[in-house]
């Protein structure tokens, strides 16, 4: 599905954000937004999802607007998975998951049973099955992002965005998440995560958005975008490409040095 914006500006207030930013973020691929605190990412994100309006500029998702769609319409195709998901207090995993289904649901509901198939295999396809009868509320960072996840696939988008998707996780669950997101584009979804690690964009990605100063600065195969150069515009710092010595691929290295002048 092709989804893109076209030449948004976008304002919080009197501070704008985005200014003329245009981008494509190609079907069935796993695209990684990256750029430094506050430039915008999430801002993005939320225009991708229908959730902020822009001042100027479009969102094109198959060639129809999407602020023109209906939200139901919208609702089917997009599923947006926050940092930080809101809950109300006492609801159990089981029916979090459920919620995705919303967009979905005819007027008189959905047989109990699909509805129990899908709050398995979406917590299953997560690794997240232990926590089924657990109140949200009462889980680990962790074990929400998972359970939101899990939602958003029970959504069962065609665009899946996510906000830090590896946030709160440790490393053994990040690393199955990058690869559940490489998954879920090799099986035709089109995903578009906001990262901050850059060497995670760089060896999970299969494309890269990088914003700054309200713009699109670059956009491609990841190991095109992410250089030297760009890395030193976006974030103020100095790194080298090594050879990971297990998988042959390039990796970033920072040295210490480096670090202790940037935080001087
Ligand atoms: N509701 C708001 N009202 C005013 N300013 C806002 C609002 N939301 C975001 N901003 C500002 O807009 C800019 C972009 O914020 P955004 O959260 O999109 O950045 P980000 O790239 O996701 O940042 P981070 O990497 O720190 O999560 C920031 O300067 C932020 O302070």
């Given at each position: 599905m092709e989804f893109a914006i076209s030449n948004i500006t976008l304002a919080h207030g009197a501070r704008?954000?985005?200014?003329?930013a245009s981008a494509v973020f190609p079907s069935g691929k796993f695209t990684a937004i990256i750029g430094p605190n506050g430039v915008g990412k999430s801002t993005l994100l939320h225009l991708l999802a229908g959730i902020t309006t822009p001042a100027q500029g479009s969102v094109w998702l198959d060639g129809h607007e999407l602020f023109r769609m209906k939200r139901r319409e919208r609702a089917r195709h997009l599923a947006l998975v926050e940092q930080q998901a809101h809950t109300d207090t006492g609801v159990v995993v089981d029916d979090v998951v459920l919620l995705g289904r919303i967009p979905h649901s005819g007027p008189f509901g959905s047989a109990q049973d699909a509805e129990e198939r899908f709050v398995a295999t979406s917590l299953a396809r997560v690794g997240g099955?232990?926590?089924?009868?657990?109140?949200?509320?009462?889980?680990?960072g962790g074990e929400r992002q998972r359970v939101s996840l899990a939602r958003a696939l029970a959504q069962e988008p065609s665009i899946l965005i996510l906000d830090e998707?590896?946030?709160?996780?440790?490393v053994g669950a990040q690393l199955q998440t990058l690869r559940l997101l490489q998954e879920l584009a090799v099986d035709g979804l089109t995903v578009i995560a906001a990262l901050h690690d850059i060497g995670h964009a760089l060896a999970f990605a299969d494309h890269v958005v990088a914003l700054h100063e309200g713009r699109v600065a670059a956009a491609g195969h990841p190991e095109e975008v992410i250089t030297e150069p760009l890395i030193r515009e976006l974030y103020g710092v100095d790194v080298q490409f090594v050879n990971?010595?297990?998988?042959?691929k390039r990796m970033l290295a920072f040295a210490d040095a480096v670090a202790a002048q940037v935080f001087a």
């Open positions: 704008t954000v985005l200014e003329g099955s232990h926590l089924r009868g657990r109140t949200f509320t009462t889980l680990s998707p590896t946030n709160h996780l440790d990971n010595p297990l998988t042959g």
